[in-house]
């Protein structure tokens, strides 16, 4: 069987190491994990690994109460208790209340699945422990009908942490591990390039100068991110601000134009309209 | 050969796994690293290490494995003069020009030719083929294109061909041995999380319905509990005034920065050492004070205690009653660091002197006695340890 390989595609942009633990991860068939500063494309690459190798992609969000187990399936006993209740014929078969999970569904996919386990760091603290198995031989037991469901066709599994809590070693050595560094300026131009292809030049530099200047100012709570550099840019393409604007805002003479895209924080735009405030009154007139 | 890097990583401190080896070893044969230096080190990285502030780590053992002589590369770094090496000017090559110039062999070969000639050379030297300098076609230097080039003191990739992507060191401040940054502080909090329920009953409790309803013989019997918050409290102690305070800056910074994730997080400030009162806003501090019985009373024993402070002073200031600098204090600091000890049993202090320094001062000695030991350095790994502490 050629091994497909993941090289980017023309929406996003993959660094040679990043694809290099993505074609690893996908040739040896085992889980990758993504960590990274938020919105530098962590989920985004589950979606463009599906859409490059044409495969389906099964997309699992994890929340602060989701459980293992509802990855799996989940036995809906208030449903059959309710038919039981009313003296329905479904409650003989148990099978009638076993809801399949978004792991089950990938398992049983018809062609080989990208399965995305989106924020695992959000969920409790043993819940990467209670996929070990699942992840490892890409099986698992369900207790009501005393089936054994095998997957198919080993998932690519993507799995994305954004570092709020320590994973389990035993889950670290099952997978690959990839932590995606926040694009230099080459990078970060190929990028906007990517999304944004009629950009004018001028414009694109203007507004990289900008951006990269409001990363570096000190004390900043949230920096902004690649995904906040998209939406600003789309807005400043949107208002047609021209970039002699933007290119006086860089010098620091007021704030730049739709700052809302790239500052989240009330302190944050205080902060900056102190500096700006400071910086013109320190100008000689 | 890649058992001796395995084990060279352990002794480096790094703990990949025997499965992780096969992993990287399985990768390896099936060939998806073109045999290429720079994806097997892409592909060793994200098999052998699962945490990105080991990075930096990998990197250094990386270098030195694969190098073998990375002592003497030191040497070399250090002994060839800045201004050989600052750039003058630029070489752009054609690139028939660039098809002219040959490898020079294997890397052992261009290491060695590379020390053979920084004996020979003792000027600056810029441009031509063979001497080292800047903007040249030679395989050292900076600045210039040779396809197998060694990188000497230049500021990032130009051509993107250099051999040693892990020598740029990329991920250095995400090292854990080094002082800390916002990010860091904040994924060292989080750790202190921990979830309780506690308030109002407003969630359905299913699981325990569905039991008490089959206890109940099938009647429904609803079951609520209330939501999960985080219990954390946590009293910070700051130390202001003189050496502390670009420390007290970042402190307050961050632990508010990461407030969110407590449930209660209280601070004041103090000079030095514990006395009889505390402040809150320190440019009226001396109008507004809290004493430190009233403090202890109100926040009750489950806060977690954190001092932060140089605890560098004259040690009267801790023993000897009226020793504070600036005032006349009854009792001395230690008792008062006792009671408040005394009400929290979980407590540490983090010290942002470094921790080789420490037994050379004795006050910092003294206040470490008195805390049972439980100081720590104010580094990402010196908070991880404290919070491991605190639990």
Request: charged share 30%.
């Amino acid at each position: 069987m050629s091994v497909q390989k993941f090289t980017g595609t023309n929406s996003y942009i993959a660094t040679d190491d990043l694809t290099m633990a993505v074609n690893a991860a996908v040739t040896l068939q085992r889980p990758i994990l993504i960590k990274g500063e938020p919105g530098t494309g962590k989920t985004q690459l589950a979606i463009e690994v599906a859409k490059s190798l044409g495969r389906p992609l099964h997309e699992w969000h994890i929340k602060s109460t989701t459980k293992a187990q509802q990855g799996l399936y989940e036995y809906d006993a208030v449903a059959r208790l309710r038919d039981s209740q009313l003296g329905d014929e479904r409650v003989h078969d148990i099978g009638n209340y076993i809801l399949r999970g978004n792991v089950w569904e990938a398992f049983d996919s018809e062609e080989p699945p990208v399965l995305l386990i989106d924020e695992i760091d959000k969920a409790d603290i043993e819940f990467p422990n209670d996929l070990l198995r699942e992840l490892d031989r890409m099986e698992f037991f369900v207790y009501e009908t005393k089936q054994l469901v095998k997957a198919r066709h080993r998932p690519i599994i993507i799995i994305t942490s954004n570092n709020e809590k320590e994973l389990p070693d035993a889950f670290l050595r099952r997978c690959f591990f990839h932590y995606i560094k926040f694009p230099d300026k080459v990078t970060m131009q190929k990028i906007v390039d990517v999304h944004f292809p009629g950009l004018k030049k001028a414009l694109l530099k203007e507004s990289l100068d900008a951006f990269y200047k409001l990363r570096d100012v000190p004390g900043l709570k949230k920096k902004p991110s690649t995904s906040e550099l998209l939406d600003w840019i789309k807005l400043l393409l949107a208002e047609d601000i021209p970039p002699e604007a933007l290119r006086e805002n860089a010098s620091g003479k007021a704030m730049p134009p739709l700052y809302g895209a790239l500052l989240k924080n009330e302190q944050d735009v205080h902060l900056f309209e102190k500096l700006v405030f400071l910086d013109r009154r320190s100008r000689p007139q | 050969m890649l058992t001796q890097f395995f084990f060279h990583l352990r002794d480096g401190g790094l703990k990949p796994s025997i499965t992780e080896l096969l992993t990287l070893l399985d990768v390896m044969k099936s060939g998806i690293a073109d045999n290429s230096v720079d994806n097997f080190y892409y592909l060793a990285r994200a098999s052998l290490v699962k945490d990105e502030t080991q990075f930096d780590l990998f990197d250094r053992i990386f270098a030195a494995h694969f190098r073998g002589i990375d002592d003497a590369l030191n040497d070399l770094v250090t002994d060839v003069p800045e201004d050989w090496l600052r750039r003058q000017a630029e070489l752009m090559l054609s690139d028939e020009e660039r098809a002219q110039i040959e490898a020079m062999g294997g890397f052992e070969e261009l290491m060695e030719a590379l020390r053979e000639r920084l004996e020979e050379q003792d000027e600056r030297h810029e441009g031509g083929s063979k001497w080292i300098g800047t903007a040249g076609t030679s395989p050292f230097g900076a600045y210039g294109y040779n396809p197998e080039g060694v990188r000497i003191g230049q500021q990032g990739s130009r051509h993107r061909r250099a051999t040693k992507v892990w020598d740029k060191r990329e991920y250095r401040n995400l090292d854990n041995s080094v002082e800390l940054g916002t990010r860091n502080i904040k994924v060292a909090l989080r750790q202190l999380r921990k979830f309780a329920r506690e308030g109002a009953a407003d969630l359905l409790d299913l699981d325990d319905t569905i039991d008490k309803t089959a206890r109940n013989a099938g009647f429904l019997d609803i079951r609520m509990v209330p939501e999960r918050h985080n219990a954390i409290k946590v009293l910070l102690c700051l130390d202001v005034g003189g050496s502390m305070d670009d420390h007290v800056r970042i402190c307050e910074e961050m632990f508010s920065a990461a407030s969110s994730e407590f449930k209660h997080l209280e601070y004041y400030y103090f000079h030095n050492f514990i006395y009889e009162s505390l402040w809150k806003d320190n440019s009226r501090r001396h109008n507004e004070r809290i004493s430190t019985t009233d403090l202890t009373h109100k926040y009750g024993a489950d806060y977690k205690l954190i001092f932060v402070g140089d605890a560098t002073m004259s040690p009267y200031e801790i023993v000897y009653p009226g020793g504070s600098v600036e005032h006349w204090n009854e009792e001395a600091g230690a008792v008062w660091i006792q009671r408040m000890l005394n009400t929290y049993p979980k407590s540490i202090w983090l010290n942002p002197e470094p921790q080789n320094r420490w037994d050379y001062t004795p006050s910092i000695k003294m206040t470490r006695e008195l805390m049972g030991d439980r100081m720590y350095p104010l580094t990402i790994n010196g908070l991880a340890d404290g919070i491991r502490k605190l639990h």
